[in-house]
């Protein structure tokens, strides 16, 4: 008999997703539809625009998403999920009206799945079977989410560390717009990333550097951040009085700092495990933020530096990393293989806790 294969959508946010992902591990197909473009002008997310693109876009990605796979959904689909929540309550209404429609019209069983669960077990979708191993801590990085977690299964999370005001991936997007640099693919954090990559370290002007917010803490805090960075601009008399050098300066101080705050949670949350006897050996760092190559970096050079050679780093690949319809799919799998299923009426959980 075929593996299990689903068909899984995603709408929690601005990105229109539909993938058929199998139980064997096989991506079939992943499709994307970005919105970047119409939120730009907004400086955000604008629901009302996201939900209209979402209502456009979801038949075509599903459409794609079979074709791409070459499959029928009749015949071939064992199952379909799709993203409960965390997430805005309008866009996530898509995805699962779409899902649960389908599914019902076609008589197959149907999966509400945790958004950022999903980014948490991508990893042991695309790093293979014993990596990472349970019990392992998960980074989720991203636009909605900074949160530390210890996975104990592929159902129990527990939450070691969140963010008291907003999430890294938005301080990186404020700082972005601040510093007005053009939005590319990976929106205006990987806008950024590549920012600084440009930057000559040698001749960068004297920015101070920013600040560790609470340190000793197991919460992460982002606001005051970007608030400095906001500061720093309004003092020079705006962004347009700065050259380049000391705009590519600010940069770099915010993502050194934003990374800084990263590992000394990590190295936190690591201490607080040995020191409840549990044996860590893989750290996942997940959602958007995580294709970040300079924080990867730096997080790998912490764990060496504090003497935690055999604690390894897990990043699924950057494609994986920001908001898929893949992740989801696997995420259902083992419900779905334990006939575990929801009904047709389940409601959404825009607020929905990990
Ligand atoms: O996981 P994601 O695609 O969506 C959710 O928020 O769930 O994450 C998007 C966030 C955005 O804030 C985006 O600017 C940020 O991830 N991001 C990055 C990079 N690529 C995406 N931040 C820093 N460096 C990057 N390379
Ligand atoms: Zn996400």
Redesign the pocket.
């Known amino acids: 008999r075929r593996p299990f294969t689903v068909l899984a959508v995603e709408s ?2 601005d ?1 229109t997703c539909a993938a058929v992902v199998r139980s064997n591990r096989e991506i079939l197909s992943n499709v994307v539809i970005k919105q970047n473009h119409l939120h730009e002008s907004y400086g955000g997310i604008h629901p009302m625009i996201a939900i209209e693109a979402h209502q456009q876009n979801m038949p075509l990605a599903v459409q794609r998403a079979l074709r791409d796979a070459n499959v029928d959904i009749t015949r071939d689909i064992d199952g379909i999920a799709f993203t409960r929540g965390p997430g805005i309550g309008g866009c996530l209404s898509v995805g699962s009206n779409a899902a649960k429609t389908l599914a019902s019209a076609l008589n197959k069983p149907v999966v509400g799945v945790h ?1 950022m669960q999903a ?1 948490a077990l991508t990893s042991v979708l695309t790093s293979g079977p014993d990596v990472p191993r349970f019990p392992f801590l998960t980074l989720l990085v ?4 900074t949160l530390l977690l210890l996975a104990t299964s592929e159902k129990s999370f527990r939450a070691l560390a969140t963010t008291r005001d907003e999430s890294i ?2 301080a ?2 404020k700082v972005s717009r601040m510093l007005e640099l053009k939005w590319s693919t ?5 806008a ?2 590549k920012f600084c990559e440009a930057a000559p370290t040698s001749t960068l002007p004297g920015v101070p550097a920013l600040p560790l917010p609470m340190p000793k803490k197991l919460a992460f805090s982002y606001a005051a951040l970007h608030s400095h960075v906001e500061r720093y601009i309004h003092a020079c008399g705006g962004s347009q009085n700065l050259d380049l050098p000391t705009r590519q300066a600010l940069a770099c101080a915010f993502q050194t700092a934003a990374a800084a705050q990263l590992e000394e949670k990590l190295l936190l949350a690591i201490e607080w495990c040995n020191a409840n006897a549990i044996r860590v050996g893989h750290v996942v760092v997940s ?3 995580a ?2 190559i300079f ?1 990867r970096k730096r997080l790998e050079a912490c764990l060496t530096i504090a003497g935690e050679e055999q604690i390894s780093l897990v990043c699924p690949p950057p494609h994986l ?3 898929n319809a893949v992740m989801i799919g696997w995420a259902s799998m083992t419900r779905f293989l334990q006939g575990d299923h929801d009904e047709y009426t389940i409601g959404l959980r825009p607020k929905w806790n990990i």
Request: some cysteine; charged content about 15%; glycine content about 28%.
């Open positions: 929690s946010a990105d958004h980014h991203s636009g909605g989410h991936g938005r990186f997007d990976g929106g205006p954090g990987a950024l990333e959602g958007g933020v294709s970040n924080i990393c920001t908001d």
